[in-house]
């Protein structure tokens, strides 16, 4: 919405783009669930030297957290607009509420699927009936989609904070563990197959995702850009929150604005924020390998994901969750590289996926998008940092400590993102079978899929129970 409010049309082209790298790593995430028959917190818990792992744990819950915080925030707000709830009982509501939409998974996880569905289409309806009224002008807004425009000092920032909207880093999580609910033939025909029809699933979830946010950009840029817009409304404009943003609709539905704006929202939230749960729970899962119930591992991350939310909404009110929200948005962005890097040297990589690893076309194309946003960050990050140490109205001793501070952790984010870039994968998860050993001849195919762990001893790769038979590595 600020994103639309502050530059109309022009950073429609982000959001297309966001959404086809998306697409693309969604699909790769897939794939990787697939063929390996683990999800990418399993793989990189036996990939990484244990600094390193509990490293990347801590950073995707830190993903987690600040996905949740629009979320959890969203759907308080629209409970406050509903029923005049205070948002820091409207945050705790949300929370209960979403591990009790999740005892949905109990009678099978296409049961909570649908629901997660439903209510996407009923936030899609509603902003959907909002654009016929609107009628933005067709050409500027393709020509938003197809045309890269970054003018304005905040530009850069909006354009930062969708990407960390669109392309989440605990999605990558989810979406290489879900696929594992479905059930796959282990054939090299049968992986092919799912593969496509995951990229199918995909391309239209996010299709959907990307007709929900022009109408979104589309709707706030023109009520925000009209010639009859008074006063009070432009001041609004300059600084949208989730929870006075209502006012766009009432051009268009009147005294019903608020009702189908905060049922939206309502909508908008309770999907994601089940989602996220269920995307804390595999990491928690895969990372740390707990032995605990579903439902112990769901609280204990709801607890997690909405403590900040929480104190945030109790010391600073309302405004306090608005500015949050850009801020959480801001770190998923610059959380990515950490999940989005081994997702890429893992698709790509013949010890892990074997035959099924990434095409030259799609392992290039990836890898410059991931480059792109990296740069993007990085640039972003070390620019934005600089310009407020020569600008900053603290006192000199201030402004040099917290520089002091900062600049360590900034050559530490760099560092990390080099060092998961150029690090070479160790552990071997895919073993080709194609030979016949002893006249026995194994299924192609993948070991771990049949929970047989890999041994390599003196240059020889052996398999869990079959240890007796050498594979040559």
Request: proline share 3%.
């Amino acid at each position: 919405m600020q994103a639309g409010a502050n530059h109309r049309y022009e950073l429609l082209w982000v959001i297309l783009i966001g959404l086809i790298f998306a697409l693309i790593i969604q699909s790769l995430a897939a794939n990787l669930g697939v063929t390996t028959g683990k999800h990418l917190a399993e793989l990189c818990k036996v990939e990484y030297p244990t600094l390193v792992k509990y490293s990347l744990w801590i950073l995707a819950e830190v993903s987690v957290i600040a996905a949740d915080i629009p979320e959890v925030i969203g759907t308080a707000f629209a409970l406050n607009i509903l029923f005049h709830i205070p948002v820091w009982c409207g945050v705790l509501i949300t929370g209960l509420s979403t591990l009790l939409l999740l005892g949905l998974q109990r009678y099978g996880v296409r049961k909570l699927e649908l629901l997660i569905s439903i209510l996407v289409f009923l936030m899609a309806a509603c902003y959907f009936g909002e654009l016929s009224y609107v009628k933005p002008p067709a050409s500027q807004v393709i020509k938003g989609l197809f045309v890269p425009k970054l003018t304005g000092n905040q530009a850069t920032a909006d354009a930062i904070a969708l990407l960390g909207a669109l392309v989440m880093p605990h999605n990558l999580f989810l979406h290489s563990a879900l696929v594992l609910s479905r059930k796959t033939p282990t054939t090299m025909e049968g992986i092919n197959s799912a593969c496509r029809y995951f990229l199918l699933e995909s391309g239209f979830a996010l299709f959907i995702a990307l007709l929900i946010n022009i109408a979104v950009i589309s709707v706030t840029g023109t009520i925000c850009y009209a010639d009859n817009l008074s006063s009070e409304d432009s001041d609004r404009c300059g600084n949208l929150s989730l929870d006075s943003a209502s006012f766009l609709k009432q051009n268009v539905l009147g005294k019903s604005s608020s009702i189908v704006y905060a049922i939206a929202l309502l909508a908008s939230g309770q999907s994601s924020t089940i989602t996220g749960t269920y995307a804390g729970q595999f990491i928690m899962q895969g990372f740390l390998n707990l032995k605990m119930t579903a439902w112990k591992r769901n609280l204990l991350t709801r607890v997690i994901a909405i403590t900040p939310s929480l104190i945030v909404s109790i010391i600073g009110g309302s405004s306090g969750a608005g500015k949050l929200i850009i801020i959480a948005s801001m770190i998923l962005s610059f959380e990515l590289p950490f999940a989005l890097i081994p997702l890429l040297k893992f698709s790509s990589s013949r010890t892990k996926m074997g035959p099924h690893k990434n095409s030259i076309y799609i392992l290039v194309a990836s890898w410059i998008l991931g480059s792109g946003i990296i740069g993007i960050n990085i640039y972003y990050l070390s620019t934005g940092f600089v310009g407020w140490i020569i600008h900053s109205s603290l006192p000199k001793a201030a402004t040099v400590f917290i520089g002091i501070i900062v600049f360590p952790l900034m050559a530490a984010y760099i560092i990390s993102v080099i060092y998961l870039v150029f690090r070479k994968d160790t552990t071997v998860t895919f073993v080709d079978d194609s030979n016949s050993i002893n006249g026995v001849q194994m299924e192609k195919g993948l070991s771990n899929r049949s929970h047989i762990g890999n041994i390599e001893n003196e240059g020889v790769l052996y398999r869990g129970d079959l240890a007796d038979i050498p594979f040559p590595q």
